[in-house]
């Protein structure tokens, strides 16, 4: 199982506002996740993704293409993967993890 983190910029937007954008890749995400193939979690900053490797790259693939189905003409997608392969990972698994050896 390996984790993504996501985040998809259109550039050339007409206000400062990528609210529009980020729930139209929500929306994306969502239908992703009802047919079981990834888990996400939508964070301020960007979107951390979970699964198969193969089926994230189609995922992100899917969410990079977004904004250009709305009009955008330029899109910047960052991605970050963590492809661990010595044992399962997931996103609830490295958070508690950490909070095992937290001592607040």
């Given at each position: 199982?390996?984790?993504?983190?996501v985040t998809v910029i259109p550039?050339?937007?007409?206000?400062?506002s990528v609210s529009e954008y980020v729930a139209a890749v929500q929306s994306i995400l969502?239908?992703?996740e009802r047919e079981g193939i990834i888990k996400f979690q939508l964070t301020p900053m960007n979107t951390i993704i979970e699964g198969e490797l193969s089926d994230l790259l189609d995922v992100i693939k899917?969410?990079?293409?977004?904004?250009?189905?709305?009009?955008?003409?330029?899109v910047a997608t960052n991605i970050r993967i963590d492809d661990r392969?010595?044992?399962?990972?997931?996103?609830?698994?490295?958070?508690?993890?950490?909070?095992?050896?937290s001592t607040l």
């Amino acid at each position: 199982m390996a984790i993504a983190d996501v985040t998809v910029i259109p550039i050339g937007t007409e206000t400062a506002s990528v609210s529009e954008y980020v729930a139209a890749v929500q929306s994306i995400l969502k239908e992703y996740e009802r047919e079981g193939i990834i888990k996400f979690q939508l964070t301020p900053m960007n979107t951390i993704i979970e699964g198969e490797l193969s089926d994230l790259l189609d995922v992100i693939k899917a969410i990079h293409e977004s904004p250009f189905e709305k009009g955008i003409q330029r899109v910047a997608t960052n991605i970050r993967i963590d492809d661990r392969r010595d044992k399962s990972s997931t996103m609830e698994s490295k958070l508690n993890s950490v909070n095992r050896h937290s001592t607040l």
